[in-house]
């Protein structure tokens, strides 16, 4: 199964740039920042967009641009559009059920509480595989999860965020490039460190 968009979720606007549920944002402008590539606004689909070019294989990376719980329709009119597959889709996006910092590789399932999965789910159905970064469990069960989500990282959490980046990158190049099954088994099973990276 080859990889054609891969779509990084977060709300637009510059209020909303440093909080957890931007994280796909994030992610995927390094990405793009390390290929050196320009995002493009793209009307017709509410969204940024650029195109990368890795093993001769084109790549579409999408910012959606309308709030994150309406992520699903944007991607599904550019999928349209494209004629492709919703197989072909990978979505980047935060997860409070995983450390700060760390990643994880999955395939299908439900949207976990996640407001831009449920839209994509459904918009699309279910069967995409997702990059979930870690942001970190709520600090009290009690604190409300959409004030969570959408409160900024402080400077320890930027800089744990920022040292994992490259390492990001590389996962996305791997989930582009090797079977899906061996992308999961590097990205799932790699030790935490003790200091700043958490795979």
């Given at each position: 199964?080859s ?114 999965i449920?839209?994509i ?19 009290n ?37 090797v ?21």
């Amino acid at each position: 199964m080859s990889i054609a968009v891969i779509a990084g979720l977060g709300n637009p606007g510059r209020k909303y740039c440093n909080t957890r549920h931007n994280v796909g944002f994030y992610v995927l402008d390094w990405f793009a920042k390390q290929h050196r590539i320009q995002w493009e606004v793209s009307r017709a689909h509410d969204s940024l967009t650029a195109t990368v070019l890795l093993n001769r294989q084109k790549v579409l990376l999408v910012k959606p641009q309308a709030y994150m719980n309406q992520s699903g329709p944007p991607l599904a009119a550019l999928l349209r559009y494209y004629r492709f597959e919703l197989q072909h889709l990978l979505v980047i996006y935060d997860d409070i059920a995983l450390e700060l910092a760390r990643s994880k590789l999955t395939f299908a399932g439900g949207a976990g509480g996640h407001n831009g999965i449920q839209s994509i789910v459904d918009a699309l159905g279910c069967d995409f595989l997702r990059y979930r970064i870690g942001v970190g469990a709520k600090p009290n069960k009690e604190m409300d999860l959409a004030e969570y989500v959408l409160s900024n990282f402080n400077q320890h959490e930027q800089k744990t965020l920022a040292n994992s980046l490259d390492m990001y990158s590389q996962n996305i190049e791997r989930i582009l490039t090797v079977d899906r099954a061996l992308a999961m088994n590097h990205i799932n099973q790699r030790k935490v460190s003790s200091t700043h990276e958490r795979t």
